[in-house]
């Protein structure tokens, strides 16, 4: 995911390469999201939220929608 | 030792280089501080892989490319730290070092479509606000099918 001054620069970007815009995020954010994926990461007992675990996760920051569903990511948890 | 715990002990060991050094240990220099071999250690990346804490170098299994948040190569997403400087995987894993680090940082990346200097901070634990946005061009069900894209 890539970092914008603006909705407009964003909007440039996707027309240049013909892709749709996404939902966009907002520093406050992204910086929630940062912490809950990572503020124990240098641990021992530091993983990954799980996808069933980051549905909750995006909608307590407002994240809302498909685009935020991650239930079709299948991986080992733990 | 059973296989999880050495693979926690890989994973700090990873980790601790990354914050220590700002790069990327080797599986050799892994094994070297683990006192194992350089193959249980790319198994291990392997496991570590699995559980998305981890992503090798394309075709060498033995080079670190993410632990994510930290890059084992040069990004436009550069994090000073105190007198170190870090390489970041994207925006969110920007934010994610001073996240992990429980530190102050100071972000210096770009406008992804004017390259326009953009510079954060973070502070007292959270970002000085600053006017930006942030662009998910993947969804999340598909950020690891190509993880170095998303």
């Given at each position: 995911m890539l970092l914008f001054r603006s909705e407009g620069t964003v909007a440039r970007w996707c027309e240049a390469r013909?892709?749709?815009q996404r939902p966009l995020v907002r520093l406050d954010q992204l910086w929630q999201l940062a912490l809950t994926w990572y503020a124990n990461r240098l641990t021992e007992?530091?993983?990954r939220p799980a996808p069933d675990e980051m549905a909750g996760i995006f909608a307590a920051i407002g994240l809302h929608g498909g685009f935020w569903d991650p239930k079709a990511d299948h991986w080992r948890r733990g | 030792m059973?296989?999880?715990s050495f693979e926690t002990r890989v994973k700090l060991a990873i980790y601790g280089a990354f914050a220590g050094a700002g790069r990327a240990p080797t599986s050799r220099d892994v094994a070297a501080a683990l006192g194992?071999?350089?193959d249980a250690v790319e198994a291990a990346f392997d496991a570590l892989h699995a559980r998305r804490l981890l992503v090798?170098?394309?075709?060498?299994?033995?080079r670190i490319r993410m632990a994510p948040p930290f890059s084992g190569i040069a990004t436009p997403f550069r994090v000073a730290v105190g007198d170190r400087t870090y390489d970041a995987n994207c925006a969110w894993?920007?934010?994610g070092i001073p996240a992990a680090l429980h530190a102050d940082a100071v972000i210096h990346a770009s406008d992804g479509h004017s390259g326009e200097p953009i510079t954060l901070v973070v502070r007292d634990g959270a970002p000085v606000p600053e006017p930006c946005v942030i662009h998910f061009a993947v969804p999340a069900a598909h950020w690891w099918d190509d993880i170095i894209h998303t």
């Open positions: 013909g892709l749709p007992e530091s993983r | 059973d296989h999880d194992a071999t350089a090798t170098e394309p075709g060498d299994r033995s894993d920007a934010l």
